[in-house]
């Protein structure tokens, strides 16, 4: 039965079960027991995710470098203008989630938060000098230690060195890129028993606080999405374009965002795109490849969501947020929403990445990760609707055949 239920499904079905037992069990003499259990339920589960997202990064990142072709670029100045307003629409985006998340700011109740009250970097000078020594941590330690910034420099490099690498390397990198996918994949199916315990030993230690801050931080990334949507995506059209941008981006939302909503995959939507691409009067030689690479690199869903639950883990442990790490924010959100593992879910074992800017406990990052697998239900389908009918949209704007 397990197997004919969608994940999202699942998840719902959890939470519900779980809400329904921590309130049948809560003043009871199982109160105990339940709550022994669950919480080794969820805690193996958070340490699950705790191990495979430093190896994610450090794989994905070398692999989308070293893959990367700069000589199909330079042949074609309308898929240049479709990367950057690529590029242009995720910073956007990361800067739409800032500010939503400082606007209306939540907490959300995390165990061991005490341990992540550590003396927090005062003015520039700190925190560039804490981000050097970060950096030039040695690969192997930073691996072990889950230091996101050292990681995300070596893959970077690494990846540039191999760029030049014979094509068997290049394959072998590939395979391994896949191979950790399909491992946070499995990861991923688990995340219902997962999600069971920590939700069900949550409400029995914190009561519905919990549930009202998952609501609340859900509500912060649909409305961040929705506003990309309907004004962020259509400014960024109107100022390349100078035309009225919302019958193009209706028809996208139209005949792409909501088919890609209800199958939650920027990739399985690639045909779709395509036809309507094809449907629009784009240059096929532009269209061909900025679609599938869209589906990769292209996630405004993925930097919102990053965003918005490293701020939740901010605004948890207490952190003051001063501008230059904001800056840094968004630029992580961005690189890490690149990186992002095409999987639903993908992007949130990337969110330690961005917390670690803040010197947030990786125990406390990592149970940000799982709240955002509670509320993945409604959060996937929708940041997949945006960025997968994004694609279109900007392919479109920077094609001078439609803009005629």
Not at 53 to 76: C, E, G, R
Not at 144 to 162: H, K, M, P, R
Request: glycine fraction near 6%.
């Amino acid at each position: 039965m397990a197997r004919r239920l969608g994940l999202g499904t699942q998840i719902f079905i959890v939470i519900l079960f779980g809400i329904l037992l921590a309130f049948l069990t809560k003043n009871t003499v199982a109160h105990d027991t339940v709550l022994a259990i669950t919480q080794l339920l969820g805690k193996l589960f958070v340490e699950i995710l705790k191990a495979i997202a430093p190896v994610l990064v450090f794989i994905l990142i070398i692999s989308a470098i070293a893959q990367h072709q700069t000589s199909t670029l330079s042949k074609s100045h309308g898929l240049k203008s479709v990367l950057i307003l690529y590029a242009i629409g995720m910073l956007m985006a990361a800067i739409i989630a800032v500010s939503i998340s400082f606007l209306f700011p939540v907490t959300i109740p995390l165990q061991g938060i005490e341990a992540a009250n550590r003396p927090t970097p005062n003015g520039l000078g700190e925190v560039l000098s804490n981000l050097l020594f970060k950096i030039a941590s040695n690969p192997i330690k930073a691996l072990s230690d889950s230091n996101y910034l050292s990681i995300l420099v070596w893959a970077t490099v690494l990846g540039l060195a191999l760029k030049k690498s014979p094509e068997p390397v290049k394959q072998l990198l590939n395979s391994l890129s896949s191979a950790i996918s399909a491992i946070v994949q499995w990861v991923i199916r688990l995340s219902p028993i997962g999600i069971f315990g920590l939700i069900t030993s949550t409400i029995l230690t914190t009561g519905l606080q919990a549930l009202n801050a998952y609501l609340h931080v859900l509500l912060l990334i649909v409305v961040a999405m929705a506003f990309m949507a309907f004004l962020g995506n259509p400014l960024i059209v109107f100022l390349k374009t100078k035309r009225n941008p919302y019958p193009l981006v209706f028809t996208c939302l139209k005949e792409s965002g909501i088919i890609a909503f209800f199958i939650r995959s920027s990739v399985a939507n690639i045909p779709v795109n395509l036809n309507l691409s094809k449907k629009l009067g784009l240059k096929e030689e532009v269209y061909s490849v900025s679609i599938p690479l869209g589906a990769t690199i292209n996630m405004e869903g993925a930097a919102i969501t990053i965003t918005i639950l490293t701020l939740a883990a901010v605004h948890s442990v207490g952190i003051p947020v001063d501008f230059f790490s904001t800056l840094l924010l968004v630029l992580l959100a961005v690189i890490g929403a690149i990186g992002a593992s095409g999987v639903p879910g993908g992007a949130l074992p990337l969110v330690p990445m961005a917390a670690s800017l803040f010197n947030i406990e990786h125990d406390v990052a990592m149970q940000m990760v799982a709240v955002g697998l509670s509320i993945m239900v409604v959060q996937d389908p929708c940041g997949t609707a945006l960025n997968s009918s994004t694609d279109v949209v900007f392919t479109a704007a920077a094609d001078p055949k439609y803009n005629r």
